[in-house]
């Protein structure tokens, strides 16, 4: 499989700005979109070998682990959670969102239509009217990138895979970001925006690029709003308080037992017994 090289990734971020700061800002944001990317990767093919029949042992052969470490793991992770609780103002950016590709004679809801969607209301409005998106740039961008709009349909088109697979993953953002609350699972645009800005091959990400848009701003502005990777930090004295968390599997004490703590992290006896796993595979 052909990759992206090391010289392709420092000449695009080089040849985007020439801020030392801006760029150093950029590397971070890349870094990080190719792990969550890598992960969402994964979790895909595993839900799929899931579905096509196979055992958790035959999975995880293929990872390198024990099958109680594979279903540990990804058992929670690859669950479908489409069609998520979604906040009203996100329903309404949905709505439009169809509408757009209703106007664009297509026969699937992109994620280039989610986007121009969410400039109808919301904190991703906000965040992308700031940032000097207009749903008119991203409809002649999508023009440009994805060919010119087809004679409008009347029926509402199907979310296409790369729509849900977005929706799916800002449910997990939510839940991520409230774990404990009542309303963890419902999705406001925020998430979303995060999800579309943050996913490097969708053709939401695509308009962006297209327009200039920088993603790092965006992931600045949602920082008041989600947090893509939380943790819980150590409480001074070391104390397990009931609502800690493993920094690898989330799970909180009550639901993993005893957690050890370490510089900023805890981790509880399952990923302890995974990270084994995972050594004795690789000696």
Known sequence: MEGVS??????????????????????IALGEELAVEADRVTDHFVRQAREGGESWTSI???????KQAARMRFAER???????????RLKACLDQAQREAQLDGSSEVGTHHLLAGLLAEGVAAA?????GVTAEAVR???????GPPLPAVDHVPPMSAEAKCALDAAAQIA????????SGEVVGTEHLLGVLALDPGSRARRVLNDLDVDVAAIKRELNCYVTFNPRRRRRRGGKVRSDSACSFCGRTASEAGQLVAGPGVWICASCVSLAVDVIKASA
């Open 127 to 131: 965040i992308l009217e700031k940032l």
């Open 78 to 88: 690859v669950q479908p959670t489409f069609p998520p609780q979604l906040r009203p």
């Open 140 to 146: 002649d961008s999508g023009s440009r990138l994805f």
């Open 175 to 182: 839940r991520t970001n409230a774990p404990d609350s009542d």
């Open 6 to 27: 090391f010289q392709e990734l420092v000449g695009r971020i080089e040849q985007s700005t020439d801020s030392p700061l801006q760029r150093l800002d950029r590397s």
């Open 60 to 66: 995880g052969d293929r990872l390198g682990v024990s």
